[in-house]
């Protein structure tokens, strides 16, 4: 009696894991999209706050803008941050940082002028009352990834038309990394 | 209840989550009971179902599970809805309640220790078993009834947590201390849950995998009572120490399995917990949309 209890969840979990194990993804439900909708969307409707969310890297502590990015030379991480922004990040800034009604650009100067520190600062505190949540729940490692792709989407090797997800990882440290 | 319901009722509560998901990514932590600071990103959703399997002595071994509905309502505060449901072997199957739970983070920026305020309204039954959170005098005495005698006792519970949580690095350190009123004239209870969680590997590998170790999070969680207004202190009380590993994966899954070991005379001798959630990116705009139609 109890095996026949208990088999009734377990099957259903084990179809379940079969489908997430093998990165399976369930057709959306809700509005789904392809991705050049969505980026029409973005750009039709633009965040309203940008300026305010760009203002708030000027608020970086000294000591926090004058960090130096450990990873900027290391020859995966813009690859390995272009998957962490894909994951984290594209939902409001966009497939490729241009923006969204939930997120401003981060293609524009404010951000690709800033020092690595303050981009790095801003990422582990958030904007909370803006709606940016804070991102210190990632390892200071993968946030310096995180960094080192943002600053190089606005190099002249910027992939800029191509969606993240698109870099090769291959070509990792070769996409140009500006530094401000 | 009849054997079939029962197996209905728990393959709806896996059900319901399987329908709903869309594409989505997450980065979760191991915890099952305790809670560290990091609230669920504005307008995500998160449905996550908890399956706890306890032993029992002096009675049947239970198997309890509940589904829960996590959403970022800003970024600074986030509510979830719980359904509740338990199976205990050689008795029946029953519905126990449910749970809305908030969580507010009071401050803007990141410190040593972040504090977030956690209030949460319970309306559940005596027969509620899924052991979210110990607190007071709870033992594991309490379950040994039968669900039909559990079932009629009914708390309509406020319960109140501090989280404290730090992140040093890429260990969190997380410390919770509750304190929960019956609202039916029962003196506020008291209990605690700590817990150290690190991933495996801090830095992201270049390629998206399955099995890197950057995926997985292993920690610990301990939790447990400490009596009442009346009666402070240890006295009567369980306690657990639990391991608990998160698994996610790029396709947007998280799996977690602690199992966990009483600690006293009064703890259930084992408890074998596993969950998995899926988070909905952008859940909010979706529902907005189809009130508003497309724009």
Known sequence: ?180 | MSRSASRVLSLLFFLAGLLISATTRAQENPYIVAYDHYLEEPGNLEIEYFSTFGTQRGGNDHHAFWMEFEYGATAWWTTEFYLDGQTTFNDSTLFTGFRWENRFRPLKREHFINPVLYVEYENISGADKILKEVEGHDVEADSADPNSVLRREHAHELEFKLLLSSTFKGWNFVENTIATKNLSNEPWEFGYALGASRPLALKASAQRCSFCRENFIAGVEMYGGLGDRYSFGLHETSHYLAPVVAWNLPSGWTLRVSPGFGLNDNSSRFLLRWGVSREITGFGSMVSQLFRGHR
């Open chain 1, 1 to 180: 009696m109890r095996t026949r209890e208990v088999l009734a969840p377990l099957a259903a979990f084990a179809a379940f894991l079969s489908g997430a194990v093998a990165g399976s993804t369930l057709p959306a439900t809700f509005g789904a999209a392809t991705s050049s909708q969505k980026n029409e969307k973005a750009l039709k409707y633009k965040y309203q706050d940008d300026a305010l969310v760009y203002a708030e890297l000027a608020k970086a502590p000294e000591k926090a803008r004058a960090k130096r990015n450990p990873l900027a030379s290391d020859r995966d991480a813009v690859a390995a941050g272009a998957n962490l922004f894909d994951q984290h990040c594209a939902e409001c800034h966009g497939e490729v940082g241009e923006g969204s009604r939930k997120g401003p650009s981060l293609l524009k100067e404010p951000v690709q002028s800033a020092a690595p520190g303050s981009l790095f600062w801003l990422l582990t505190n958030g904007v909370v009352r803006r709606g940016m949540p804070v991102w210190s729940k990632l390892p200071e490692p993968q946030r310096w990834q995180l960094v080192t792709y943002i600053k190089s989407l606005g190099g002249p090797a910027a992939p800029a038309a191509a969606p993240a997800a698109q870099i090769s990882p291959s070509s990792g440290g070769q996409t140009k990394i500006s530094q401000p």
